[in-house]
């Protein structure tokens, strides 16, 4: 699958792989190449953006949404239209259709889940609006139906809380269950197959249960009670976000058990609350998926707007946390 090669060609980190990703060549040739400007020469034009985010499901996509809106302002030349589609593709592809109904000069969005954009995306290819994935791949075959993806290696994400899960509480049998993202989700998808890839050579290891918590907290803590109805004898739970370890948490204390001691907890993200589980001993590992990509994003559309060329696929740098190291970062923590 194309996007999925795209997807794991993951190149160095963060600001590094952007400044690599942004040919600037202004006024160099290849005239067609995408950059539909408002009329004019656009001396003082504001740039016009329509965004459609995914929903407000956690705690990451609160700050994602922040870091959007707080970039692509006026002052800095960006006209930004923003809808929150609920975590409802529908409402994503009507978004994105009322965008292209409007003639804005570019498109971005994080699309919900993977499979099934392919028509809207070639509405906006004969509308000549160029578009942006951001956060979130899709499947499409077609990859010149967007410009670029930016955001983070999910796959890696999991692998490294695999890694982790493998070397530090591996040592002996555990049990684990797994709270998957959103179904059919890029993140739920490659998150789920970077930890059992991390961890299938671990004969201790065994994922007894995986059930989706969308992603969000009562979800989260829903499919924990579940499980911890169903089996007696959970180690560690698997969130593919903080939000759904956080209810999770609440499960396990509702429960009579202690988060972190009888049953341990790793996820993604590393958000304020998940570090702050963290930093408390009630979460053992998260593996960091940064949410600030309101900058990049500004960039990659200043880039193609001056005539520039953007690599198709941009991965933003994630770091990784122990408890000592969220109680170190905790207080200079964005988000
Ligand atoms: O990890 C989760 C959010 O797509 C990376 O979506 C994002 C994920 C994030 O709901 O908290």
Redesign the pocket.
């Given at each position: 699958m194309v996007s999925k090669k795209l997807r794991t060609r993951s190149f160095a980190a963060g600001i590094a792989v952007l400044a690599l990703g942004l040919g600037a060549c202004a006024g160099s040739s290849g005239s067609g190449d995408g950059a539909t400007s408002s009329s004019g020469d656009g001396g003082g034009d504001l740039i016009s953006v329509g965004f459609s985010q995914?929903g407000s499901?956690?705690g990451?996509?609160a700050a994602n949404t922040k870091s959007i809106q707080d970039t692509l302002t006026k002052d800095a030349g960006f006209d930004l239209s923003f809808s929150d589609a609920q975590q409802k593709q529908e409402n994503q592809i009507q978004a994105i259709r009322s965008y292209i109904a409007k003639g804005v000069d570019y498109i971005a969005f994080?699309p919900v889940v993977e499979s099934g954009w392919d028509s809207v995306l070639e509405e906006a290819k004969q509308a000549n609006i160029p578009v942006i994935l951001t956060?979130?791949a899709v499947d499409s075959k077609d990859t010149s139906l967007y410009k670029t993806f930016i955001?983070?290696d999910?796959i890696e994400e999991g692998k490294r809380v695999g890694e982790w899960v493998s070397d530090n509480l591996g040592t002996e049998p555990i049990n684990v269950v797994e709270l998957q993202?959103t179904t059919g989700?890029a993140?739920a998808i490659d998150r789920k197959e970077g930890f059992a890839d991390a961890t299938k050579d671990n004969p201790n290891i065994k994922i007894i249960a995986s059930e989706t918590g969308n992603?969000t907290r009562a979800e989260g803590k829903t499919v924990m009670e579940g499980f911890l109805q169903a089996y007696p004898d959970i180690d560690v739970v698997y969130a593919?976000?903080?939000?759904m370890g956080l209810g999770a948490i609440e499960a396990i204390e509702a429960a009579g058990k202690v988060p972190g001691k009888d049953i341990k907890i790793v996820s993604?993200?590393g958000v304020k609350d998940g570090m702050t589980a963290l930093s408390e001993g009630k979460i053992s590992y998260i593996v960091e998926?940064n949410p600030l990509l309101g900058p990049d994003l500004a960039k990659i559309i200043k880039t193609l707007h001056d005539g520039g060329t953007v690599e198709p696929r941009i991965v933003t740098h994630d770091d990784a946390f122990d408890q000592a190291a969220a109680k170190e970062a905790l207080p200079t923590r964005q988000y």
């Open positions: 995914v499901e956690s990451w996509r994080s956060d979130r955001g983070s999910f993202g989700s993140p992603f593919h976000n903080d939000d993604i993200d998926c």
